[in-house]
């Protein structure tokens, strides 16, 4: 067993090694290891609904998600 980087709690050896997250599924300690958010923007495609996108996606650079 591993330790929380930063609550100390006890996290499982598979979380660490194979998921890569030496955080336990704590909320707080969960919105600090997580960078999924600073990475990916939810975005309205047409036709498709929503899909993440990486920040520096083109579309979201043109301001719209409609393709025109």
Do not use: I, N, W
């Not at 006890?10 to 090694?17: I, K, Y």
């Not at 899909?51 to 043109?62: E, G, R, S």
């Amino acid at each position: 067993m591993h330790e929380c980087v930063f609550c100390g709690v006890e996290v499982p050896t598979e979380r660490v090694e194979v998921a890569g997250k030496a955080y336990c599924m704590a909320d707080q300690c969960v919105s600090k290891g997580s960078d999924f958010a600073e990475k990916y923007r939810l975005m309205l495609m047409p036709k498709q609904g929503f899909t993440y996108v990486t920040v520096d996606d083109p579309a979201l650079k043109q301001g719209r998600s409609s393709g025109r």
